[in-house]
């Protein structure tokens, strides 16, 4: 007797059914166990049925092979989020959570042809100017400073005290932020992603970045903004402020949890304590197995067609699982080979992340010396109570409780402020008050001390 195999089984607490057969990529459930989630979407083939937010329907590629084609087939699928047919429809409502994450706006990411190349090619010449060696110098300033803040206690949350906060006191170096402007570039980034007051925290970032570029219009620096005002793409002033936005939101959140989710296996698994590498080793298994932008890279295709063995309309959603590709057993071969960086993680195609180098470099910085200075650094909770982030998009922890000796943390021989622009007394915007209490001018004035 013929026995039909057995349907795959939803994961524990996948309420599937609620969602018009798609499969929910949000909740509790889903954070706590996003591989369950992966393995299940394979049995529909390369792509499958999903919801990212209650009734925000998609299509996310789970297949390395597919998930390539998609992302390097610039002719068949657009960026442009203005072809998104259901938000166009009325069928989303803008306000719904996800929207300010795939809402269009007038920057690379959101663009095809042409201009993205002009627009793309600004930000990778300007990235490019980047000198590595005071980028490693400004992550371990703002690491030593970070630390200073909670080295004495001998516990810290790593994910808020350190991962979170790093990147964006070194964009803000990096961008040439002063004071006052820095203060409100972290406060808007912050509240973003926090999801507290995003309208306002939006407001506020897009107010500073506004700023930011009117006075490197009047007075440029040696820092990205500059760049990329110098630019031979002659970018407007509005291009200018949502390319900077951009820079600073993408560069910021997802490093942090690429900081955090290093950390975390670091902290988690014993056969990293053996030799030299291990940072960087740790780093590309977090970028295969918890990569900090699980899913993301909208796409919407340019016309009515079949793809992967599936009917698209035009601007149907469609998503790629990095997370998903990179655990499918299509690469298990070719990890096992040796070949540890052929991961989706940085994205792929005309639009993958302009700037990886840096943030490896940021990353391993920043973990190198944490680790130098709190060599005994512990969890200090145990591994499974730890809580990840609900949403779609991020892979990254809500906390990294974690112990250590105490120590009381001394800026290095010789350290200075050495980029001169964000230390240039400098006010922007006509009568403003100067506001020196928050995060970037008390990091300021400590490089001063």
Known sequence: MHVQPTAPVPPPGCPAHDAGGRVPLYGPEFAADPQAYYTYLRHYGPTAPVEIAPGVDATLVTDYTTALQLLQD????????????????????????????????????????????????????????????KLSQSTE?????????????????????????????????????????GDRVLFGITGMFDGVNAERAVEVLFGAVGELVALKRARPGEDVTSWLMQHQANLTDEEMVHQVALLLGAGTDPLGNLIGNTLHR???????????????EALDDTLWDNPPMANYAAHYPAADMEFAGQQFRAGDLVLVSFAAANAGPKLSAARQGGNNRSHL?????????????????????????????????????PEESLVWRPGPFNRGLTALPARFTAVESVRRPGAQAHSEAPARSQESG???KRERGGMWSQFLNWLAK
């Open 430 to 432: 006509a009568g403003r």
């Open 345 to 381: 993680a940085w994205s792929a195609g005309p639009h993958a992340c302009p700037s990886k180098e840096p943030a490896r470099q940021i990353t391993v910085t920043a973990i190198e010396n944490l680790l130098n200075q709190l060599p005994d650094v512990e969890l200090s909770v």
């Open 141 to 181: 300033q703002v690491s030593d400073y970070l630390i200073s803040q909670f080295g004495a206690r001998g516990s810290a949350d790593l994910l808020g005290d350190y991962a979170r906060q790093l990147p964006l006191f070194v964009f803000n170096e990096l961008f040439g932020c002063p004071a006052d402007i």
């Open 74 to 133: 610039s002719g068949s699928f657009r960026k442009d989020a203005r072809r998104w047919r259901d938000l166009n429809e009325g069928r989303i409502s803008p306000d719904n959570p996800v929207v300010p994450a795939l809402a269009y706006r007038p920057n690379s990411m959101f663009s095809d042809g042409a201009e993205h190349l002009r627009l793309r090619q600004a930000i990778t010449d300007s990235m490019a100017r980047v000198d590595a060696r």
């Open 266 to 280: 670091l902290l988690t698994h014993d056969r990293y304590a053996d030799g030299g590498g291990l940072i960087d």
